[in-house]
């Protein structure tokens, strides 16, 4: 049975016992914690068998496993707002299907080139293949939660290869924006960066997202240390406005923040909660009619 965390948020709480609980989802190894802010309340007896009403799934970067979010979120280093959406979040956390034997058996969402000096913007930096194999299992994991919650209060995020990640799955993979996407020192994958410099009719043609959903609803959170090695910032901000605005939906990033003096990792825990209390903050209505699953 899943129990729900009874960690305040807040990030002078001590760190309780909220390890959450492991399972198989759609073919991936995951970590889940459940939260509502009733169990946030010293006496709490909120029942550990009700479900949050939404879901935060997020990827973590390269060389990361899902538990060890959970252990970052334990220890409040992943730290979520208060007060939460209502009805509380599920917060899904995946481990990558694929390990880099290159790097000492690593788990990673895709595997990089066999040269580091491969320019970041080629498609020979990155094996494609595992780009959309771990794409197609994560949109898969983005369905389920969809048909529990809504689209309207299903969110999706990532840091550095996960949010790349996250990035290539909202436009490629999903056919309706989700509540809130938000992007922690990423960047834009080749898949998708191949569309820049295309028109927007023919970028359209390679995405499966309702474009017009998109520009009426969309919201994109866009995090970046200002000092991230791996991916400049400017550069990477820069490059993710120039997909959105490529096909005419730059007004959905809602938040970009460019954080002085960080680094591409960590993150701060103060950078989730900003993010998240943006993205918690106003959720979108919920679509007229039915969504296509």
């Not at 994560?138 to 529990?148: D, G, H, P, S, T």
């Amino acid at each position: 049975q899943p129990r729900p965390c009874k960690r305040p948020h807040s990030l002078s709480a001590m760190a309780t016992d909220c390890d959450g609980y492991k399972q198989t989802m759609c073919g991936l190894d995951v970590h889940v914690i459940d939260i509502t802010d009733s169990t946030n309340q010293a006496g709490s007896s909120a029942s550990s068998s009700t479900e949050p009403g939404c879901s935060l799934i997020f990827l973590p970067g390269r060389g990361s496993l899902g538990t060890k979010y959970a252990d970052r979120y334990n220890t409040g280093q992943f730290v979520l707002p208060s007060p939460l959406p209502v009805g509380g979040v599920r917060v899904i956390f995946p481990s990558s299907p694929v390990t880099d034997e290159q790097y000492e058996g690593i788990p990673t969402w895709f595997r990089l080139a066999d040269s580091p000096a491969k320019d970041i913007d080629s498609a020979e930096r990155y094996v494609l293949s595992d780009v959309e194999y771990s794409a197609g299992l994560i949109a898969n994991l983005v369905m389920q939660e969809v048909r529990r919650c809504g689209w309207s209060r299903t969110f999706l995020g990532g840091h550095s290869q996960g949010a790349m990640l996250a990035l290539h799955i909202q436009l490629t993979r999903l056919e309706q924006p989700l509540a809130g996407l938000c992007l922690f020192s990423g960047y834009v994958v080749y898949p998708l960066r191949q569309l820049v410099p295309l028109s927007e009719r023919t970028a359209a043609a390679h995405l499966a997202l309702n474009l017009d959903m998109m520009r009426s609803r969309g919201r994109v959170f866009v995090w970046h240390g200002e000092l991230d090695e791996n991916f400049p910032v400017n550069q990477a901000l820069t490059l993710t406005r120039a997909v959105f605005r490529g096909v005419g939906c730059e007004g959905a990033i809602k938040l970009q923040v460019e954080a002085p003096g960080i680094a591409h990792s960590p993150v701060p825990p103060a950078a989730y909660q900003q993010v998240f209390s943006a993205m918690f903050a106003s959720p979108p209505p919920a679509p007229s009619s039915s969504p296509t699953v």
